[in-house]
């Protein structure tokens, strides 16, 4: 159990008997081991602000439904016809109207006191120690640390097996990825929220931060984290088929961990850089690059293509005998690297290396009986990313 | 509105009628009875046949869009994919979304304005018979359109029944020319729906019914039919932008043309939230006419719910971005639409205090459609409580796009809209099928629907907050157990409402005779005529004093 969950438990044992109770809900040990009641306290101050604002606003709401609902059900019993009651003649008042109009005004104001109050705060990105830019693509979170020239791509890595039922699930079942956005804590952090494509949403309870992001144009948020550990979240915008598959994980470090983090992490994507360079020098073989080919594909392309290729008819076009596939080498190059405009297909330049795209060109031209036996080099690609540059 | 004095009573009225009727059953083009076979459903222009064809059509449409709602909840029954791709969920909520909207619900409310309101201010039919006509015929094409589209190649609309673009242009199904045709045949249907109402009930009130006297479902229709008017051609206009930016090369809605995707938010929102009312004022006016017959007692602050009804029609058109918070508002709108929001709370509020205050010292029955009356104060209440949590900004961005947000709409739709229209059908069915239901099974009907229908939408509560979006086919573990539950709240809740079809058919085929008035404290020119309503009423105007 990280911090995350600890949070859920603890908060549990606050919330649960209250809304059981008064929501008639019983079956507590249900409710108390999966601890999923109610909005979470989260780790910072603002999250912690925000989760008083519903608490607030919800014990006005039961109170007031106490008070209606008692009176109404107490008439119901009282004034019953079968109990002998005549109806009584009234059918208006201007003191009561004017009663009930004002004391619900007068609570409004009460709660649109903090709410703004709450709203000025989260709405100040200004005075950032840290700036990231979160991109939001079909179906996966782009992280890019501004100051400190360093991305990275976080895609889910929960296993289609599990999903489908084939193999027990693990914990993090849908929550989990490959890359997570790591954070230092006590500073303040600036989100910079953008898409690639669909409008998706960046949301991670614990943080109370949901920024949709739009393609095109660019949001702003802002989060400062209390406690070190490991927040998840998902999308939370419907961004097409995939929208329930996009979740975020975010790991908050001491800031001397993470600043030891961003440097092996420099580190660890020159090394990338460096092999990506010598791969151009290479000559790969076919059974090599079909090999790979087929590890990126059923990562990145089968999802709208298909693990068989077919695609889906009428929505992603197929692969297996496609003309694209069978065609012009150069061509399918093209597409893959630069995606199709006015169309569902992304642009994969920036998303794969060098070696890793090679190889999936040439998995698309021989696998499912493509049989073109052509083995596209990284240096190829190299060649076209410099010609259409 | 005890104050309506109907000049002939009752009885003589029916008399009269009846006499009418056995002297000269064809007296002439004005007076002839039924036509026979199915031109009288196809060519009709009577106002109560063509409010049963639209209450038929609509819960037709109730069963498919809830059969929809089934595969939903059956593929979230657990955890993992298990029934459905997930394309073709999103397909099903997108479908269940715009079929119980658009065909369950605000048919049912026109079906209802057809039926009752001729019969409530005493008017002959409704003004404008052959549109009446065009505007229910229209619906079916449409809904085929939107049905049929499921079955092309690519499959129906998958982008949500708010169809956010660039998911609804650039990247939907080559379908989205049928769905954008069905929107346009479906805001035809309304807006001329609406007109009828207006003309109807402006013009053609019984001498004596003054503005102030009409019943208040006549005024919530009238009030909702201008609504639609207003923002009917929004929707129209946010769809055909669609259709040219995926089809024809603009760019409205995509930033690399100069345009801005969340410009169609702001536009359909502008729609959308005064189409929320749209679908629960004339649920006011239904609970407002059963509510005092069953507590024998005169509506509290008839006045007060006139006005308060206008204002939420009015506030409705400040309120369009609390849909739109995490959007990237500018801090002083974000501020502006939760003020906005909260204030509709108050005359919601005023509405909710005259009905509780009309039950007070009443003398209160409880038949089947006092029930669901009764039902909808508490349920459609719970709805506003949680819709006031969503007003406030802060709160909303944690409760945004979840399971929250779901419970919410569906206690105000289901609980609220479905239930008073349930409500409405046992109220006025003696009236227009001249049986007694069976109110046994309708009271069987009843406490099923209303205990699934919590263990359906209480617990998404519980699954929002605890921070599951909604529109997802599968979900994190955490999630299980509520699921299940919600899941069999749901099949028994779908289950339920094949008991209110087989008491409509029951009392469509017959059972004990209802009488003109068949509820004791019941007010209104509707009762004074003979249950069923003859083919033609109020030929001659009654006089209302």
Redo the contacts between chains.
């Keep these: 159990m990280d911090n995350f969950e600890g949070g859920?438990v603890r908060l549990s044992k606050l919330t649960t008997p209250l809304?059981a109770s008064v929501?008639g809900?019983v079956s507590t040990p249900?409710?108390a081991q999966?601890?999923?009641?109610?909005?979470?306290e989260g780790v910072t101050g603002?999250s912690n602000?925000?989760y008083n604002?519903?608490m607030t606003?919800?014990y006005i709401?039961i109170a007031?439904?106490v008070i209606?609902?008692g009176?109404?059900f107490w008439?119901?019993y009282r004034?019953?016809?079968?109990q002998g009651?005549?109806?009584?003649?009234?059918?208006?008042?201007t003191t009561?109207?004017i009663i009930?109009?004002a004391i619900?005004?007068v609570i409004?104001i009460a709660?649109?006191i903090p709410?703004?109050q709450?709203?000025?705060l989260?709405?100040d990105t200004s005075e950032a120690d840290i700036t990231i830019q979160i991109t939001g693509s079909?179906w996966k979170w782009h992280y890019r640390y501004f100051d400190h020239d360093l991305e990275f791509y976080s895609r889910l890595t929960t296993s289609q097996a599990?999903?489908?039922?084939e193999v027990e699930?693990q914990?993090?079942?849908?929550?989990e990825v490959d890359n997570p956005l790591v954070l230092p804590i006590n500073k303040k952090i600036r989100f910079l929220v953008t898409a690639d494509?669909?409008?998706h949403?960046w949301?991670v309870?614990a943080f109370?931060?949901?920024?949709?992001a739009?393609?095109?144009?660019i949001?702003?948020a802002w989060t400062k984290i209390d406690t070190p550990g490991t927040y998840r979240?998902?999308?939370?915008?419907?961004?097409?088929?995939?929208?329930?598959?996009m979740p975020i994980v975010v790991t908050a470090l001491e800031p001397e961990a993470f600043d030891d983090w961003l440097a092996q992490a420099k580190i660890t994507a020159n090394q990338q850089l460096q092999a990506e360079q010598q791969s151009l020098t290479k000559t790969m073989d076919m059974p090599t690059m079909m090999t790979l080919g087929e590890t990126v594909y059923n990562r990145t392309c089968a999802a709208c293509h298909q693990a068989g290729g077919q695609g889906?008819?009428?929505?992603f076009p197929a692969l297996k005998n496609s003309p694209v596939a069978l065609g012009d080498v150069n061509k399918h190059i093209n597409i893959v690297l630069q995606g199709v405009p006015?169309?569902?297909m992304a642009a994969f330049a920036k998303q794969l290396t060098k070696k890793e795209l090679a190889a999936v060109i040439t998995y698309e031209r021989n696998a499912w009986d493509n049989n073109t036996g052509d083995i596209v080099q990284p240096a190829q690609i190299d060649t076209a990313l410099t010609n259409s540059n | 509105m005890s104050d309506i004095k109907i000049k002939d009573n009752a009885e003589q009225m029916i008399n009269s009628t009846s006499d009418l009727h056995h002297a000269d059953p064809h007296q002439g083009a004005e007076h002839h009875g039924a036509p026979k076979g199915y031109k009288r459903w196809l060519f009709s222009t009577n106002h109560k046949d063509i409010g049963s064809l639209y209450l038929w059509f609509s819960l037709t449409m109730f069963f498919i869009g809830g059969a929809m709602a089934m595969i939903i909840r059956a593929e979230l029954f657990q955890p993992g994919l298990q029934l459905v791709e997930p394309n073709f969920f999103n397909q099903m909520t997108t479908s269940h979304g715009l079929i119980m909207v658009f065909g369950a619900v605000m048919p049912a409310f026109v079906g209802l304005a057809n039926w009752m309101l001729p019969l409530m201010i005493g008017a002959p039919d409704m003004a404008l018979p052959r549109m009446n006509n065009w505007s229910f015929w229209i619906l079916p094409f449409a809904f085929s359109l939107l049905l049929l589209s499921l079955f092309t190649e690519g499959g129906g609309p998958n982008f949500g029944w708010t169809f956010y673009p660039p998911l609804s242009t650039k990247y939907s199904p080559d379908s989205t020319a049928m769905f954008v045709f069905s929107v346009h045949l479906m805001g035809i249907s309304s807006i001329m729906g609406a007109i009828n109402v207006i003309v109807t009930i402006l013009n053609m009130r019984a001498p004596g019914m003054t503005m102030m006297k009409m019943p208040m479902f006549v005024w919530t229709w009238l009030i909702t039919a201008f609504l639609l008017i207003a923002v009917m051609p929004v929707l129209a206009g946010a769809v055909t932008m669609i259709l040219t930016d995926k089809y024809f090369g603009t760019s409205f809605f995509d930033a690399a043309g100069g345009g801005d995707p969340v410009l169609f938010q702001h536009i359909f929102w502008f729609f959308g939230h005064p189409e929320v009312y749209i679908m629960i004022l004339p649920s006011f006016g239904i609970i407002s006419a059963i509510i005092p017959t069953f507590a024998r007692k005169q509506l509290f602050g008839y006045h007060s719910m006139v006005y308060a009804t206008a204002s939420i029609a009015i506030l409705s058109f400040t309120v369009w971005a609390h849909h739109m918070f995490t959007v990237g508002l500018p801090l002083a709108a974000e501020l502006f639409f939760m003020y906005c929001t909260m204030l509709i709370s108050v005359p919601t509020g005023v509405k909710i205090f005259n009905w509780v205050s009309t039950l007070w010292r009443g003398s209160i029955t409880f038949e089947v459609p006092m029930l669901f009356s009764l039902a909808f104060i508490v349920l459609f209440t719970i709805g506003g409580f949680s819709g006031l949590m969503l007003a406030i900004t802060p709160a909303d961005f944690q409760y945004h796009d979840t399971y929250f947000v779901v419970a919410h709409f569906h206690y105000v739709l289901v609980t609220g809209a479905v239930f008073s229209i349930m409500a409405a059908a046992y109220y006025w069915l003696p009236k227009w099928t001249g049986y007694m239901f069976n109110e046994r099974l309708g009271k069987w009907h009843f406490w099923c629907s209303l205990i699934s229908v919590n263990i359906l939408f209480f617990p998404m509560h519980f699954l929002g907050l605890a921070g599951m979006p909604r529109r997802i086919p599968d979900y994190a573990l955490q999630f299980a157990d509520i699921n299940k539950i919600v899941s069999i709240g749901g099949f028994m809740f779908g289950l339920s409402q094949l008991l209110f079809v087989a008491v409509v058919i029951m009392a469509v085929r017959g059972g004990q005779k209802a009488p003109a008035k068949p509820w004791e404290g019941a007010e209104g020119l509707e009762w004074t005529v003979p249950s069923p309503a003859p083919y033609h009423t109020f030929d001659t105007p009654p006089e209302v004093k």
Excluded at chain 1, 214 to 217: I, V
Aim: glycine letters at 6%; aromatic letters at 10%.
């Design positions: 859920y809304i929501l809900i249900l409710f999966q601890s999923t009641l109610n909005m979470t603002i602000t925000v604002l519903h606003i919800l709401c007031i439904a209606v609902f009176i109404m008439s119901l004034h019953r016809k079968s009651a005549i109806a009584a003649k009234f059918h208006e008042s009561v109207e009930w109009t619900p005004i409004l709660m649109a709410s703004t709450a709203l000025i989260m709405e079909q599990e999903i489908n039922n699930k914990p993090y079942y849908l929550k494509d669909v409008i949403s949301w309870p109370a931060v949901k920024k949709d739009n393609p095109g144009f949001n702003e979240g998902q999308c939370a915008e419907l961004c097409g088929k995939d929208h329930g598959f889906i008819p009428g929505a006015g169309t569902a």
